[in-house]
């Protein structure tokens, strides 16, 4: 990957004001490909070293090259009137992508753009007095292609990419959120709800297993709606000592059926796979001059891996837990070193960790479940400065 590019601004104080004008322009060129490398037939233990970058494949099955060119301004007015900071701006953004073919292969080849000169950008934030404030935002934005054989339109079969190089348009979201930060003794905590619409979502539908390696077929599978809370808080228990918890509620769903070849898929309503309504977390911890420690749990609910939510994982809770020493202040050469040892998934549970490895179907199940890590010890030594 070669990649080269420039960031520029010019901020102006003008009173309340502070203006700011800038840009971003950046190239990007990435070779990817997909070889083959023989092994020896031998007892002793494999003939190339794994950690190695191979070489002399036998066979090249495809190989392209890939560019992105981005070129971004941006337009940003911050008014302060005391008690109250008013934001607003816009960005223009224009990203072209091409691919060509090195080794030619059934991905495809070709160029395509997207761009928006005007994506919005509003803000507030008013501090009610000096330990609380309230926020508030509201945001557009797009997620312009990629230039790879592995993810977006070129990864997609050439009859695909033809059909669809003429009238796609990139994906947009638009965000609304608002909340409050606060703190109060020993306490600090924030508040925050938001509501997200996506549109023109672009879905890579797998094509066959995915083992066998097989391009993606790109499809418009229209919007989606996201909204929910969000609620964290610390409290300082005593010198070094505090507790953190976290809760964010999150309800995704499909807001359009899919048409699938000449079957129509009843998405809408359903929820967003690989996405859990509740996610939970607490933890303790401790910092002093000479110990220093953590344990934390980690709550997520049920996801589905099917769009008709037919099929799903069971919610699970994670525990994690660490204990260290450490140098203190003034001993010289030795001060700043730490040992730490550090334990993941302490009460060894067996649950699914990862859902769609494989992608997803319409319902039923599917080799795209991986398990997670069993319970793991590090033992970490650092010096700091």
């Not at 753009?113 to 609380?132: C, E, H, K, V, Y």
């Not at 009238?167 to 965000?175: A, H, M, Q, V, W």
């Not at 059926?257 to 401790?286: F, M, Q």
């Not at 344990?295 to 525990?319: E, F, I, Q, W």
Request: no cysteine; net charge negative.
């Amino acid at each position: 990957m070669d990649r080269f590019g420039a960031i520029t601004s010019l901020v102006a104080e003008l009173g309340a004001n502070t203006v700011e004008i800038g840009g971003w322009y950046e190239n990007n060129d990435f070779r990817q490909a997909r070889r083959f490398y023989g092994l020896a037939n031998t007892l002793s233990g494999s003939s190339r070293d794994s950690l190695q970058f191979q070489h002399d494949p036998f066979f090249t099955q495809w190989d392209y090259d890939y560019g992105t060119e981005i070129l971004q301004y941006h337009v940003m007015d911050r008014v302060d009137l005391g008690a109250l900071t008013l934001s607003g701006g816009w960005k223009g953004v224009r990203v072209s992508n091409r691919a060509n073919a090195i080794v030619a292969g059934p991905l495809s080849s070709g160029r395509i753009a997207s761009q928006d000169w005007f994506l919005p950008q509003i803000g507030m934030l008013f501090r009610l007095t000096n330990n609380a404030e309230l926020f508030a935002n509201y945001t557009e934005n797009f997620r312009p292609f990629v230039s790879a054989g592995t993810s977006g339109l070129f990864a997609t079969s050439p009859a695909s990419f033809a059909a669809s190089v003429e009238d796609l348009r990139p994906e947009r979201s638009k965000t609304i959120e608002g909340g409050g930060r606060f703190r109060s003794g020993g306490f600090q905590g924030v508040l925050a709800g938001y509501h997200v619409d996506f549109s023109d979502r672009q879905l890579g539908v797998q094509v066959g297993a995915p083992i066998e390696g097989r391009p993606s077929e790109l499809q418009n599978v229209g919007s989606v709606r996201s909204w929910g809370v969000e609620a964290s808080g610390t409290l300082t228990l005593m010198r070094g000592l505090s507790a953190t918890a976290s809760y964010a509620y999150n309800h995704s769903t499909y807001r359009n059926d899919v048409l699938n070849g000449v079957t129509i898929i009843p998405l809408e309503g359903k929820t967003v796979v690989d996405s859990p309504r509740h996610i939970a977390s607490g933890e303790i911890a401790y910092d002093g001059e000479l110990f220093f420690g953590r344990v934390g749990a980690n709550y997520m609910s049920k996801r589905y891996y099917s769009y008709l939510n037919d099929v799903s994982v069971d919610g699970r809770v994670v525990v994690d837990a660490s204990i260290g020493i450490k140098v203190p202040t003034g001993i010289g050469f030795l001060s700043g070193f730490a040992l730490e040892a550090s334990v993941t998934n302490l009460l060894d549970r067996d649950y699914v960790g990862t859902v769609g490895s494989g992608g997803y179907g319409n319902s039923g199940d599917g080799q795209t479940l991986l398990p997670a890590a069993p319970r793991q010890l590090f033992v970490t030594l650092r010096k700091g400065f």
